[in-house]
């Protein structure tokens, strides 16, 4: 079994930045992706970045490329989303999944484990 726990969701204004880390624990990844997904309110859960865990590949949502960051640290079990230049339509409950599929993985289906998400609210 996998868990998950993500943290640094606040409030922040339109411009500013946030670091959010998902914190994975019960088996140690070797291998698999892991994800980010946010759902706005009123919204649908809708992807935002992924990175390949073994390989460091990864993907972004065109809405979030250029402001966006994925990494994780192997030693730590943690994935990493800085986000920069936020903006109010990024604010949403952010989630991590993790997948055991080893490349690029945009589809809520293909993820196995959720985290319980962290709030992001960007004020204008």
């Known amino acids: 079994q996998v868990q998950l726990v993500e943290s640094g969701g606040g409030l922040v204004q339109t411009g500013a930045s946030l670091r959010l880390s998902c914190s994975i624990s019960g088996r140690t990844l070797r291998s698999g992706a892991v994800g980010w997904f946010r759902q706005g309110p009123g919204k649908e859960r809708e992807f935002v970045s992924t990175?390949?865990?073994?390989?460091?590949?990864?993907a972004y949502a065109d809405s979030v490329k250029g402001r966006f960051t994925i990494s994780r640290d192997i030693s730590k079990n943690t994935v990493y989303l800085q986000m920069n230049n936020l903006k109010s339509e990024d604010t949403a409950v952010y989630y991590c999944a993790a997948s055991a599929r080893t490349r690029p993985v945009m589809f809520e289906y293909e993820y196995d484990y959720w985290g319980q998400g962290t709030q992001v609210t960007v004020s204008s």
């Open positions: 990175i390949v865990w073994n390989f460091g590949f990864t």
